[in-house]
């Protein structure tokens, strides 16, 4: 089993410019060659030296890197969950995926337009978690209203149910996603609703080359946004991640060496992900192949091998 991640964030923000550099770094490195499932949905191979470093010692005849499902999701604006915009189909997408990396934009070019005027990393958070807040209170506003008739009509067996509802309405209603809530003991039911909110948000803020390495305003004020809901953030260069990505794979290295950086965004990106999710890698070798397969940590050796 693989991840699947989908990309949001506001337009304009370098959510494409992002989504392609990671599909074309990996058509260069990578025996697991990137696929297109359709122009937003890629299949990556997830780099890994340890990988190689096994195979190196027993010399499979072939191996096979894990992989990373990634999901552009366009279409979220202010007044998506209403309509606006693509309306809420990126709703489906979402509830998809097991995380999502939201991307923030923290460059200034005034040859690329903000969608609302000026550059301001924390109210594009605001705006598009509270499309998602918003979309999910429907769903739950909706569930609601369904166990309330059953319930009218004699069918008393979904209270429990009803309970949790009301509790996350609560919380929905005050501008609270679901994964920061108390509710993640209520599993089974809550997985049932399908909610948007409960996957895991990875946000990015793509910056530009100076501040990689370093500090910037809208850094600062994006972190701040993030520590307040306990969330992780990380940095990319979107433009400086489609140039690496058109480099020969032998250069990369040396490209990220001269700039004083241990790692590419995506590299970055991976890495948290996996973090993020309670992920590690495993490796199996059967017959002639060796072969890396995500799983969740804690997964006993002899499951992950199954
Ligand atoms: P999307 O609508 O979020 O998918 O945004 P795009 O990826 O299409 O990017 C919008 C514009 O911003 C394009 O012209 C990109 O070239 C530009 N862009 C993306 N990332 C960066 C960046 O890191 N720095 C600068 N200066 N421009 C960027």
Redo the contacts with the bound molecule.
Sequence with gaps: MGFKCGII??????????FSALSTADAETANYPFCTIDPNIGVIAVPDERLEHIASIINPPKFTYTTIEFV?I?GLVKGASKGEGLGNKFLGHIRNCDAVVH?VRC?D?PN?AHVHGAIDPVSDIEVVNTELVLADLETVDKRIEKIERLSKKGDKTHRKELDLCLTIQSFLGRGIAARNTTLADTGEILRELGLITTREMLYVA???EAVLKGEGDYLTKIQSAADKEGAKVITI????EAEIAMLPEDERKDFLDDLGLRESGFQKLIRTGYDLLGLITFYTTAGKELRAWTVEKGTKASKAAG
């Excluded at 506001?10 to 410019?17: A, E």
């Excluded at 260069?237 to 400086?240: P, Q, R, V």
Aim: with cysteine; proline share 4%; glycine share 14%.
């Design positions: 964030g506001l337009p304009n923000v370098g959510k494409s410019t992002i552009d366009a991307i460059f070019d690329v793509n910056v530009s260069c979107g433009d400086m």
